[in-house]
């Protein structure tokens, strides 16, 4: 070193070996001149007796300028007192200090200097000298706020989003969640996103399992959670997943990634029971459109049976006046009468043409235990208007059939519409209704049970026959419930019948071969 030694500068330029190791002395002289961190050296004053190259490029001031001076010259005055306390009352105690300061330049710009103090202790035990070293980390701090900044932003868009967004580990652990979110905790327990994530896995099967192992996301789906004395909730959940590089030391040179998964969910409740609503009161107007027809063919097939008595009648009579001509009768009446009788027939034929046709719904899986609950949801006014207790017993496995859902619908809607007539007949005692659906091997039955007065055993059969009815014309019933009832079961390849063996009301037991799972479709 050729530079003139400042007057309260430390004699750093020996050339002797150090005592202790075999550096020379210079050496350390000239490690700390080039040392990328800015080194001063004070009295016990804080009064600066060195300063290295680095703390001349940071500070601005060159050697001359800053020796003699005290290191206050670098402080801004933001730094809180009881910061400049602490540091004190800490290198005092021998100590050394690290901490934030703010600190000025020459040109009166401002940076954040990490500084550490370390006491420099002479040999009778009382600190001599100071030794300071501090680095500008303002570039440090900026990106610091900024990441703290954003990270802030994202999650206050994140809480103040209308739907409920959870991030979680690998292992399913919640890092992350919004108000909305901690609203689900509220209603659903612990923890809803695992809940949520079952019941997807459930719902999806292998495809689950395979887009979550490979990280792929999943659009939006809609997950029902059913809880007991709860309404069931229905949610639309999507996963969106996105990885992360591991900010540990061990990953520095060997990058490891983490994986996280986003999952946003969004109540969807109130949107699938307004849409029920709408399917449920879409289906009692096609029901209300299929029984007005059915009324339709039940009253003009009444006029077509009942005109056929007396046209039978009339047809014998007319053969009879044809074989008395024949045998040379001279019988005026008989062309009149022949005449009439074709009129009538012609008027036969009208009506005959006049019944409508059963619509032609296409042949389709259809789930029993849903035409079911459909056709209960259907009569839930009749069955509370008339203090009617329903047992329902639904099928375990999905008792699918190939069949027409409106027809069946109307079937069922049959059989319990005859169970309420049949229950409000009686006067006191039990107002039940049991429906259960059982899978049978290869059918299902369905078992309607009322604890009406039961149909007696000679009219088991009976009822099943178009125009029988126990009511009488007076009730308005054309007796055509039944008989429309088992041609519907007989049209899906099944069967209807009432069960001899019990005596606590009426049972009907309808079977109706199942579709098995590879047909479904
Ligand atoms: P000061 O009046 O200097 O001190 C404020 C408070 O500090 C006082 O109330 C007192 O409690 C305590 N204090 C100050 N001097 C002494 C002392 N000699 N003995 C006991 N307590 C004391 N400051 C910076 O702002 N930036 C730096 O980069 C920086 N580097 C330093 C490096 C070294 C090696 C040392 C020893 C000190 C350094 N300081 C630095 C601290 C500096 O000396 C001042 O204490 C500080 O800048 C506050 O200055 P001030 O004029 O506002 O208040």
Not at 83 to 98: C, D, G, H, K, M
Not at 231 to 253: K, L, N, Q
Request: glycine share 6%.
């Amino acid at each position: 070193m050729s530079k003139p030694q400042a007057p309260n500068e430390p004699n750093l330029q020996a050339s002797s070996m150090d005592s202790d190791s075999n550096v020379p002395s210079h050496l350390f002289r000239q490690a700390v001149e080039q040392a990328a961190l800015a080194i001063s050296i004070t009295d016990a004053r804080a009064n600066i007796l060195y300063a290295n190259a680095a703390f001349q490029r940071i500070t601005g001031y060159g050697q001359d300028e800053i020796v003699g001076h005290n290191e206050s010259i670098l402080s801004y005055r933001v730094t809180p007192k009881l910061v400049y306390e602490t540091l004190w009352a800490q290198i005092q105690r021998q100590r050394p200090w690290n901490g934030l300061l703010v600190n000025k330049r020459k040109d009166g710009n401002r940076y954040l200097a990490d500084v550490t103090i370390t006491p420099v202790v002479g040999e009778a035990g009382l600190t001599t000298h100071y030794l300071g070293m501090h680095r500008d980390v303002t570039e440090v701090h900026r990106l610091e706020r900024q990441v703290q900044n954003q990270k802030t932003l994202i999650e206050s868009v994140v809480d103040a989003a209308q739907v409920a967004i959870v991030l979680l580990d690998e292992n399913e652990h919640v890092l992350l969640d919004n108000q909305e979110y901690k609203k689900l905790i509220g209603d659903l327990g612990k923890e809803p996103a695992v809940r949520l994530l079952e019941a997807l896995r459930l719902q999806m099967g292998d495809a689950y399992t395979k887009a979550y192992e490979k990280h792929r996301n999943i659009a939006a789906r809609e997950v029902c959670i059913e809880s007991p004395k709860r309404p069931t909730r229905w949610f639309s959940c999507a996963i969106s997943w996105f990885e992360e590089h591991d900010v540990g030391a061990d990953a520095f040179y060997e990058p490891l990634r983490r994986h996280y998964l986003l999952l946003t969910i969004q109540d969807i409740s109130e949107i699938k029971r307004q849409q029920e609503a709408l399917r449920i009161n879409s289906l009692r107007a096609l029901l209300a459109e299929q029984e007005r027809i059915q009324g339709l063919r039940e009253t003009l097939a009444g006029a077509v049976y009942q005109l056929e008595g007396p046209l039978n009648m009339l047809s014998a009579a007319a053969n009879m006046m044809e074989r008395r001509r024949e045998a040379g009768a001279d019988l005026p009446a008989a062309s009149a009468l022949e005449e009439a009788m074709q009129k009538s027939r012609e008027v036969l034929e009208t009506l005959r043409g006049c019944i409508p046709e059963q619509g032609n719904e296409a042949l389709q899986p259809v789930n029993l235990n849903e035409v079911l609950a459909d056709v209960l949801k259907l009569t839930t006014a009749s069955l509370l208007g008339a203090g009617i207790v329903v047992e329902w017993s639904p099928s375990n496995e999905p008792p699918v059939v190939s069949g027409h859902p409106g027809q069946l619908t109307n079937l069922f809607k049959q059989l319990i519409s005859n169970a309420v007539e049949a229950v409000n007949e009686r006067r006191g005692g039990q107002r039940e209704l049991r429906i259960a659906c059982t899978s049978r091997g290869d059918h299902l039955e369905v078992f309607v049970e009322d604890s009406g007065p039961g149909i007696a055993d000679d009219l088991r059969y009976k009822v099943f026959q178009p125009f029988f009815t126990t009511k009488g014309a007076a009730r308005q019933h054309l007796g055509l419930g039944l008989a429309m009832a088992q041609e519907v079961v007989i049209r899906h390849g099944g069967t209807i019948d009432i069960d001899p063996g019990y005596h606590a009301g009426c049972r009907v037991r309808v079977q109706l071969p199942l579709l098995t799972g590879a047909n479904h479709g």
